[in-house]
C-alpha cells in the first residue's frame, strides 16, 4: 500500500519540477538562441557580440551601468554600514522606527521613488529648486538641484538599495557572539581596539556580500534609469535594451546586450555566496547572545541625525512630494487652500480609461502568481528538503537561479519563449503570469528551505506509519506547521509581483498592462498628479498586504501552539 501512495505522489512531484525546469530553461535558452541566430533564420553568427564591444552606441551603456553601479555600491557601503553598526551594535535611540522606515524605502519600488525624487530636484519645476529660487531671489534659469544627471541617477538608485546592505549588515553584526568581544576585553584590548580587530572583521563578509547585491540592483535597475537618464540623453544597458525592441526592433542585439548582465549577475553572484559562507568561524568557540551595546555619548545626537537625514531622504521627503502632488492643482512650495484638489483622484478613477483594467490585472497576476508560486515552491523545497525525487539537488539549484537573471534579462528571454508556437502567449496576462512567477521563485523557495529545517522528518514519517501517504502528509502535517512561512510567502510574492515593471514594460500590451506600467506611461505623458495618485494606489496596496503579512502567521501559530512546540 504505501509503494503505491509513493507511485502517486511521485508523478505530481515530477510535474512540479518539470515545470521549474521549463520556466527557467525555456526563455534561457531562446535568448541564447536569438543572440547567435543570423537575422532571418540562418545560420550562427557573433556579430551581435562584435557590435555590442565595437558599436560606440551599445558599449557605452554598459559601461555607464558598470560605473553607476560601482558608485552605487560605493554609496551604501557608505551609508548603510555605520546605521546598521549604530542599530545593532549602539545604545541608539529609535531603533525600531528607524528600522520600520528603512523597510519602507526597501518596499518602496526605485522607479516610484524616482519619479518622486523628480517632483523634488527636476532642474525648473521641483519643488527643492522653487525652494531653492523663492529663498534667494533667483530667476527660474537657476537650480540647485539636477536630478537628470548621472550624479542624479546614482542618488536615486543609492536611496532604494542601500536597506539591501543595511539588511545583511545588521543581521551580521547581530550574529556576531558576544563572548568573542568579551574575551578581546579580558586581554585587554579597549572597547575601539575590540571593534576594530574583532567585530569589524567578523561583519566584513556581510558588508562585502551587501555591497555586491547594492552593484548589481544598480547595474540591472530599469525603472529609475528610465525615469532619470532618458530624459537627460544618457542610457544605461538595460534601457537600451528596452530601445532595441522599439522600432524598428533589433532582437539580436537586444539578446546580445542582455547576456553580459546575464554573466556578471552570475559571477558577483557566486562571489557574494563565498562571503557568506565564510561566515561560519564567526562563532566556533562561541556561543550567539545579546551582543555587547556601545554607549554613544556625545556621539548620540550626531548619529540620531544622521539616522533622520538618512529616513528623511529615502522616505519621508519622497512619500511628501508624492502626498502633495496629488491633492495639488499645480505643483508649488507656496502652499494655499486654493491650490488643493481632488481633482487627480477623479481623473485616475474616473476618467482615465486605463486604471481600472491595469489594477484589476495587477491583482489578478498578484493572487494568481503569489498562490502558484507559494503552491510550486512549497513543493520544491519539500522535495530538496526530504530528498524525494532524484537529482533534487538540481531542483534547488534551479529553484534559485532566477536571482541570477535580471528582470530586463528574463523579459528578453520570454518575449522570444511565447511569441513563438507552441507557447503564443505574448499579449496575454499569461506572458506576465509566468514572467512574475519565474522572477519571483527565489523568494518562496529560500523562505521554505529555511522553514523545513524546523520541521522534523519524525513528524512526517509518523504520519506515514498511520496510513498517510507523502502528498496527504504534507497536506495535512507539514503545511499547518508551516503556516508562517506560507502566509509571508504568499504576501511577499504578491507584493513583488505587483511592483514589477522591467519584464513588464517588454511583455504588456494594451490589454494586459499592470499599475507599473501604467505609472510609466502617466511618467511619459507628464502628469505627476496623476502619477502620484496611481503610486499611493500601489503603495496602499502594498503595505495593507505586509500588514496581513505580520499579523497572519501569528494567529496561525496561536491556533496549533503543541504543533508550533514539536516542530
Not at 496611481?534 to 500588514?547: C, E, K, R, S, Y
Request: with cysteine; glycine share 8%; charged share 10%.
Amino acid at each position: 500500500m504505501e509503494l503505491r501512495r509513493l507511485e502517486l505522489a511521485i508523478p505530481i512531484l515530477g510535474v512540479a519540477a518539470i515545470l521549474l525546469a521549463g520556466l527557467i530553461g525555456l526563455p534561457l535558452a531562446w535568448l541564447f538562441r536569438v543572440s547567435v541566430a543570423e537575422p532571418g533564420g540562418g545560420g550562427l553568427t557573433g556579430a551581435n557580440f562584435v557590435a555590442l564591444v565595437e558599436d560606440p552606441e551599445l558599449l557605452q551603456p554598459l559601461l555607464l551601468s558598470l560605473g553607476v553601479a560601482f558608485a552605487v555600491a560605493l554609496a551604501c557601503a557608505a551609508v548603510a554600514a555605520p546605521l546598521a553598526w549604530l542599530i545593532a551594535r549602539s545604545d541608539f535611540p529609535w531603533k525600531r522606527a528607524i528600522r520600520l522606515l528603512v523597510l519602507t524605502s526597501f518596499v518602496t519600488p526605485p522607479f516610484l521613488g524616482a519619479i518622486a525624487w523628480e517632483i523634488l530636484a527636476a532642474p525648473n519645476s521641483g519643488l527643492l529648486n522653487q525652494a531653492y529660487r523663492l529663498m534667494l531671489d533667483l530667476p527660474r534659469s537657476e537650480h540647485a538641484f539636477n536630478i537628470y544627471s548621472v550624479g542624479g541617477l546614482v542618488f536615486v538608485i543609492a536611496t532604494y538599495t542601500f536597506p539591501y546592505v543595511f539588511i545583511l549588515v545588521v543581521n551580521g553584526l547581530e550574529r556576531i557572539p558576544r563572548e568573542l568581544e568579551e574575551a578581546s576585553a579580558i586581554l585587554g584590548a579597549r572597547r575601539w581596539a575590540t571593534a576594530l580587530k574583532v567585530t569589524v572583521p567578523l561583519g566584513l563578509p556581510a558588508l562585502l556580500a551587501g555591497t555586491l547585491v547594492a552593484f548589481l540592483e544598480a547595474m540591472n535597475n530599469f525603472g529609475a534609469p528610465a525615469i532619470i537618464a532618458i530624459p537627460a540623453g544618457l542610457q544605461t544597458i538595460t534601457t537600451k535594451i528596452w530601445t532595441l525592441f522599439q522600432f524598428p526592433p533589433q532582437p539580436g542585439l537586444a539578446a546580445a546586450a542582455a547576456v553580459p548582465l546575464l554573466a556578471v549577475t552570475i559571477v558577483l553572484l557566486q562571489v557574494q555566496q563565498r562571503l557568506l559562507g565564510r561566515r561560519g568561524y564567526a562563532v566556533v568557540g562561541g556561543k550567539a547572545g545579546r551582543p555587547d551595546i556601545v554607549p554613544l555619548g556625545r556621539w548620540r545626537l550626531p548619529a540620531l541625525l544622521f539616522a533622520l537625514g538618512i529616513v528623511t531622504i529615502s522616505v519621508l521627503m519622497p512619500y511628501a512630494a508624492l502626498v502633495l502632488s496629488a491633492f495639488s492643482r499645480t505643483l508649488s512650495v507656496t502652499l494655499s487652500p486654493a491650490n488643493l484638489t481632488i481633482q487627480h483622484f477623479t481623473f485616475v478613477f474616473a476618467e482615465l480609461s486605463g486604471t481600472r483594467q491595469a489594477l484589476s490585472n495587477s491583482l489578478i497576476l498578484g493572487v494568481t502568481t503569489a498562490t502558484a508560486g507559494t503552491l510550486l515552491t512549497l513543493v520544491i523545497a519539500y522535495v530538496v528538503a526530504r530528498r524525494a525525487l532524484p537529482l533534487w539537488r538540481w531542483l534547488g539549484y534551479l529553484a534559485t537561479a532566477p536571482i541570477a537573471i535580471p528582470s530586463i534579462v528574463l523579459g528578453v528571454g520570454l518575449f522570444f519563449a511565447y511569441t513563438h508556437p507552441p507557447f503564443a502567449l505574448y499579449g496575454t496576462l499569461a506572458i506576465l503570469f509566468l514572467a512574475f512567477l519565474t522572477i519571483e521563485l527565489p523568494i518562496g523557495y529560500q523562505q521554505f528551505q529555511a522553514a523545513f529545517r524546523s520541521v522534523h522528518s519524525d513528524l512526517e514519517e509518523a504520519g506515514r506509519i498511520l496510513g498517510a501517504g507523502r502528498l496527504r502528509t504534507l497536506a495535512d502535517i507539514t503545511a499547518p506547521l508551516l503556516w508562517t512561512a506560507v502566509v509571508s510567502t504568499w504576501c511577499l510574492v504578491f507584493v513583488a509581483s505587483i511592483r514589477e515593471l522591467s519584464a513588464a514594460i517588454l511583455l504588456f500590451t494594451v490589454d494586459t498592462k499592470v499599475l507599473s506600467v501604467l505609472i510609466y506611461d502617466l511618467n511619459e505623458s507628464g502628469d505627476p498628479g496623476a502619477i502620484a495618485v496611481v503610486g499611493l494606489l500601489m503603495l496602499l496596496i502594498t503595505f495593507a498586504v505586509i500588514g496581513i503579512a505580520y499579523r497572519l502567521p501569528r494567529a496561525g501559530l496561536q491556533a496549533r501552539p503543541a504543533a508550533s512546540e514539536e516542530g
